[in-house]
Structure formats: structure tokens, C-alpha cells
């Protein structure tokens, strides 16, 4: 029996820029599945190479997010778990752009210098699905080259501890805008509840992003994405954890790079030890077997995920195997 799908897209007045401060625009209960639509991450304003970005979307409204979903019965010191069954690219095109003062490799307010700006300028990606492809077209010549189409959402999280709002161009212990290629189909992401309800959203997908999100922008599209969604009941979760069928995996976000680096490395091996490994043992493994991806360094915050392969790991039902009886949803519905 295939299960009832939920479906919604936000009108452009319900899209929300932050990660609490919001009322819920809809209340969900666990089990249920989702078909989110979300806009990208310059709210579908940038449709051409003739566009300015700057006179297009006007700070702070970029990076809107679908949400935020009350789930019933989330209580704060429970873990949310989301697993993310499906994501598909909404339109047939994508966007890039460079901005004068943002991203990893110009002078911002952080990073000051004398040097020029850069000149503003946007890209339009042509989507293949059929192919699983980008057409990338440099704007000085005539060379073409395609990439693969990479969809994963850069931003899913919670609300915050109660009386914060973040901004969704942060990314930090509740998740938020980690721009992490792992929040992809097949993935569960977990996150601490930190108020009643959860208040979970989503949004910034990414047809394409190299690691660090070096111009500070990645491919952005908008997407149609499936997911469900589990409670944990008295778990808590210090700051995202990631579950695919062959890894599990943390997220450490902040300023400096190498303390994201040591955040989501202490807490992978935390969440080796629940294995029953020891401290030293985990810490030994962790060393030798992780791979570590940056997700962006370029945000307010900057992220970090480390991960192991589960083949290197004593059997363990992780997060009391939640994916695993999660992922069992996707393989009966029609995707």
C-alpha cells in the first residue's frame, strides 16, 4: 500500500529567510511523508546573464526556506530525524553568480583589502535530467562544458534554542545553511529539537557545488523534494549527525575552518565510542579512516562534515537504526 503524500509549495509571501521566529505554516505528525517544493537561493529572481543580482534580491531576503513544519510530539531534548527520500530539479535552468564581496577568494568585511572589486556577473546552467547533466557556458567565449547534475539541499534545520533567530545564510548547531553535498536522497539528517514542534524547513538547493563553495554561490535550483520524517524521543543530538546506507557522518560549523574541523571530528568520535569502542580507540580509528568535505567557507559560519564508512565500524544499529527503517519507506513508493 503506497502511503498519502503531503504536498506543498509556498507562495512567495510564505517563504521565510530564518531559522526561528517564524510561526509553522503547517503541523505534521511523525511518519508522515512530504513533497516540499523550494525555491532557490535567489528566490527564481535571477533568470538571465543580463540580470544584476544586486537589483534583483534585495538583502536579507535571500536563501528562503520551505517551513517551518510543526511535528507533533517534539519536545526539546528529542533528536528530529529526516530522511530525505527524493530531490528533483523544479525548472530546467540553474543560476550562479559572483558577487563583489562575497566568497572565499576577494576582499569581504572580514577579509578587507585594497584590491578592486570583482565585477558582478551571472551564469545560467541548462539542466539534462535525462542525461544527469549541467550545460556550463563561459560568458568570455565560446567554450561549453557539461558537469553532472549533483542535487542536494544546502540548507535543512531546526529552530534554534527558544528566543534565537537565525539568519538561513548561518549554518551552526541546528543545522541551517551547511551547504553539505550529504544532505542528498537516501540520507538521514539528524538534529537536535530545541523547542516544541521542532520547526523544521528547508530550502538553497544545488544542482552543482564544488567543495567550500568558493564563489560563495553554488549552481542554485529549485527543487521538489520528498521526505519523512521520525522522532527520537529523549535522544539528543549536539550538533547534526548524517546516516547513508555506507557512512555516518557529523557536521561542525564555525569560525575558524579548523575549529569546524575539530567539531564534527570530536563529536564522529563520540559517535563512534556509542559503537563500544573506547575513547582512544574511536579517536584512532576516526583518524585514520574519515574523509572530510567542506561544505562552504564562505558563510557567517563555516562547515565541516566527517565522515566513516560503517564497513570499518563493529555492527551497531546507529541512532538505534532509524535510517534503516526510514529508508525502507523509499523503497515502496513510486519515486
Known sequence: ????????????????????????IMTIEAGEILELFTEDALGGNVRSAEDVPAEKVKYPYINPQTGPFFVNGAEPGDTLAIHLLDIHPARDWGVSTISPLFGALVGTKQTANLQGALPERVWLYDVDSKAGQLIFRALDSDFTTRLPLDLFLGTIGVAPPPFEVRSALVPDTFGGNMDSHEVRAGTTVYLGVNVPGALFSIGDGHYAMGDGEICGVAVEGATNTLLTVELLKKVECMWPRLENDDEIMVAGSARPLEDAVRIAHTQLVHWVMESGLSLTDSYQLVSQAATTRIGN??????????????????????MMGTHRKLREIGQIIEI
Do not use: E, S
Not at 500500500?1 to 521565510?16: E, G, H, S, W
Not at 562534515?305 to 555492527?315: E, G, Q, S
Open 1 to 24: 500500500m503506497t502511503p498519502n503524500i503531503k504536498r506543498f509549495a509556498p507562495t512567495p509571501d510564505q517563504l521565510v529567510y530564518t531559522f526561528g521566529g517564524n510561526p509553522p
Open 297 to 318: 567557507v564562505v558563510d557567517p559560519n563555516y562547515t565541516v562534515v566527517a565522515k566513516i564508512a560503517k564497513r570499518y565500524l563493529p555492527l551497531h544499529d546507529w
